[in-house]
């Protein structure tokens, strides 16, 4: 399988063993490989320190197209044509207890240097150009049986680097892979040490792990071995005690589920369609839906068990957690508003909306429609089969209804009849808030009418006008 790689890769190997240097494919790539998945990456080992690197890789791009990513850490990379490679000399790495950041020095072995990879899976290497495999911790083994296991003792290895932790469970979700119980352990009883790790190297293994193949292994996992609790708390306290006569759902197993029953309804990756797969909002507005109502339930009279308002209190608390994890600003407002947004549907079933309600329904999705009709659609996980069928057809003709409106009427981008400049001239003033109260009262009679046209806006406006002013003299 490794006498597929490039050309390039065999000369470049050719180039360091000239030179008198060791070079080895390393990790990810040589995972991948067995495993026959594509990797973007191609990731190399070498004996040679990096000024020796950078000589060899000059000779070797031809046009010296190289770059220095880290030479302190001994990684520099270069391309040719199209062939991308970053090649790390040999390193040792000892750990202050306070940090998960090591102290590097140059190592002078491969099977030293694997050592202290994460997991036996990614500690193979492929020496180049003998393509000899160097598998010193059985990764091969633990490859074929889909178990994640840590080169030297796992206390160790994620004591040394807490954010390993957050990987396991990441390769769990990417790879469908399970933690040998010493691994499962190891990270059980050191959670609590992912606090010092930055939230942005946490975030960007959360990402990766909801965009995986089985995110909700992941995510289980996370909650199960208490990494979750200082983390992402909000979703093992999802984890409701049933009330004795079982009158609401498992708040955290139905969120998991929604999670699963969304990721159905993306789209196939590369297809161009809505929601494609892997749709990073859509998952975390499904996983975080519900994040509301543990802080809203009460127990009524009779043991009704309610959650009032939990959609709103949901997405103050998402935009708080995507915040403290260090999402950007885009993906914070688009999840907290689909939390805020995926109880609009309720009630629809049972008294169908005017069309003012669907035009309301549709601006205040806004971008997020498709995917508004992809949670509310996976929201619904009753096992009342005959409700399911109601709910799915309702949700088919309001999304018929919405489609039969906006081919009317580009219900999409609703805007009143008329604009600010134009609202301005014929009430004779200029900018300022006036301007913004008359365009908001024609918006309202836009949802509620449909358009009106210019002639009936103008009187519209001159009638909310002259009335404005009669309130104001009073």
């Known amino acids: 399988m490794f006498r597929a790689l490039p050309e390039e890769i065999h000369d470049l190997g050719r180039r360091f063993e000239d030179a008198g240097f060791e070079l080895a494919l390393v990790g990810g790539p040589v995972r991948d490989a067995v495993l026959g998945r594509s990797s973007a990456d191609l990731d190399f080992t070498t004996s040679a ?7 060899i890789l000059r000779t070797w791009t031809r046009d010296g197209a190289i770059w220095d990513m880290g030479r302190q850490f001994g990684t520099l990379g270069g391309v040719r044509d199209g062939v991308k490679v970053e090649i790390t000399t040999y390193r040792t790495e000892t750990y202050d207890p306070t940090s998960r950041k090591p102290q590097v020095a140059f190592g002078d072995t ?29 990764g091969l083994a633990d490859l074929a049986a889909g178990v994640l296991r840590t080169p030297v003792a ?32 190891a990270v059980e009883a050191l959670a609590d040490r992912i606090t010092i790790v930055s939230a942005e190297r ?21 909650v199960d ?91 103050k608390m998402a935009a708080r957690r995507l915040k403290a994890l260090t999402f950007d600003k885009d993906t914070t407002k688009k999840v907290a508003r689909l939390v805020e947004l995926h109880l609009r549907f309720h009630g629809y079933a049972d008294a169908p909306w005017t069309d003012s309600a669907v035009r309301r329904y549709v601006t205040d999705a806004g971008d997020l429609l498709e995917r508004l009709h992809r949670l509310t659609r996976a929201d619904v996980t009753t096992r009342n089969r005959r409700k399911a069928r109601h709910l799915a057809r309702a949700y088919d003709e309001l999304e018929q209804r919405i489609a039969d409106l906006a081919e009317q009427e580009e219900i999409g981008k609703i805007r009143p009849d008329l604009d600010g400049n134009r609202i301005m001239e014929l009430l004779g003033i200029g900018p300022g808030r006036e301007v913004g109260e008359a365009y908001k009262h024609l918006l309202e009679l836009r949802m509620e009418h449909g358009p009106l046209g210019p002639e009936r806006a103008e009187q519209e406006l001159r009638a909310w006008w002259e009335a404005r002013g009669a309130a104001d003299r009073l």
């Not at 959360?206 to 909700?216: A, E, F, K, M, S």
């Not at 009704?304 to 959609?311: L, Y």
């Open 110 to 138: 491969l099977i030293g240097d694997l050592s202290r990879r994460d997991f036996t899976v990614n500690a193979m290497a492929v020496r180049i150009p003998s393509l000899d495999l160097v598998d010193p911790f059985d």
């Open 225 to 315: 071995l208490g990494l979750a609790a200082h983390m992402l708390p909000e979703l093992p306290a999802m984890q409701l005690e049933l009330d004795e006569h079982h009158r609401h759902k498992d708040v955290y197993q139905h969120s998991l589920t929604v999670l699963d029953q969304a990721i159905d309804l993306e789209s196939e990756p590369g297809s161009g369609g809505p929601c494609e797969s892997p749709d990073l909002v859509l998952r975390l507005a499904a996983l975080l839906h519900d994040i509301g109502k543990p802080a809203t339930r009460r127990f009524e009279e009779g043991g009704t068990v309610t959650f009032r308002f939990h959609e709103t209190v949901g997405a």
């Open 49 to 55: 320190r990096p000024d020796d690197t950078e000589a």
């Open 154 to 185: 796992p206390e160790q290895s994620f004591d040394d680097d807490p954010l390993r932790m957050m990987r396991a469970v990441r390769f769990v979700s990417q790879l469908g892979f399970a933690l040998h119980p010493a691994t499962a352990a």
């Open 202 to 222: 946490v975030r960007e293994e959360l990402v990766r792990l909801i965009c995986g193949q089985h995110p909700r292994r992941g995510l289980e996992l996370m």
